[in-house]
């Protein structure tokens, strides 16, 4: 008897986080896959026998859509273009902090993270100002060197564009907080060794301070595509997927279908695509990082 108890007091510790984690994690999941299978709409669930088993019609129909298709190729987009940039500069940042002295790098870690925790409404109010093709900052600035008035969120590939840099400075701090770990975490010895064989600050970056960080550059990549393939909030709140659905993503099209246009099945059957996706660009991502460690 007291062996059985000892076995399952672990199961009595992690029962409550595992229960809410299958209730409120897996469940929805699953009945969102069943819901894809479906037409059910707000008449559907008023009354449940209006729903109808439709198979993979929803599938089929989304590869036929032209916005969803054209969803597809914006969040491709962003995922091209704002990944590296992320990555990139989030890097860059926490070099340059960790090369200046400690108070300084401590106040300017708090102005890069800020960004980070702030409302994006808040965010978007700002940036929409700065954005105002008549009266915006950014207009006014170009015009003091005579360059014409930039359409910044007007225009379907400006807008991409100007998102991409909205999100790029949001996004940030959180990244940039991980490398500065991962730097702060390179033993010194490695410097003073590198010092002694006459290395210089490149060759100290390239053969030292960029392989000591692989894991933290992996860890951010995966979580940064992760949430560039699910870019929601900065095209909701500056455009709305406009202008001619130019700036539409997955993860807009799927809130449009399932909570705008209450066609819940057809929704479903969105978000399952973007899973897909997301799964495909992780493994692959995986697979590279397996072939470099093999190395």
Request: no cysteine; hydrophobic share 55%; proline share 4%.
């Amino acid at each position: 008897m007291n062996n059985f108890k000892t076995k399952m007091t672990p199961f009595l510790f992690i029962g409550p986080a595992v229960a809410i984690l299958l209730l409120f994690a897996f469940l929805p999941i699953i009945v969102a896959l069943v819901i894809s299978f479906t037409d059910t709409n707000l008449v559907g669930l008023a009354n449940y026998s209006e729903i109808n088993f439709i198979g993979i019609r929803n599938y089929i129909n989304l590869l036929s859509d032209g916005n969803f298709l054209q969803s597809i190729g914006n969040t491709f987009f962003y995922v091209i273009i704002g990944v590296p940039l992320s990555v990139g500069s989030s890097f860059l940042i926490a070099v340059l902090l960790h090369l200046v002295g400690s108070w300084l790098a401590s106040t300017f870690r708090v102005i890069y993270y800020v960004p980070s925790v702030t409302n994006i409404v808040a965010i978007a109010v700002v940036w929409g100002f700065l954005y105002n093709q008549e009266y915006g900052l950014f207009n006014y600035l170009l015009s003091l060197v005579d360059i014409g008035r930039i359409p910044w969120l007007e225009d379907p590939f400006v807008a991409k564009l100007s998102l991409i840099l909205l999100a790029v400075w949001k996004s940030n701090g959180v990244s940039m907080l991980i490398f500065l770990a991962a730097l702060q975490s390179i033993p010194r010895s490695y410097y003073e060794a590198a010092d002694i064989d006459g290395a210089n600050r490149w060759q100290k970056l390239r053969y030292i301070t960029i392989p000591s960080m692989s894991f933290a550059t992996f860890f951010v990549t995966i979580t940064t595509l992760i949430g560039w393939m699910q870019f929601f909030e900065e095209p909701f709140v500056m455009t709305d997927g406009g202008p001619l659905n130019g700036t539409n993503s997955i993860a807009l099209f799927i809130y449009q279908e399932g909570f705008q246009y209450s066609e819940f099945g057809y929704g479903a059957a969105a978000s399952f695509i973007l899973f897909a996706f997301i799964i495909i660009a992780t493994l692959i991502q995986f697979k590279f990082r397996n072939k470099d460690q093999s190395l």
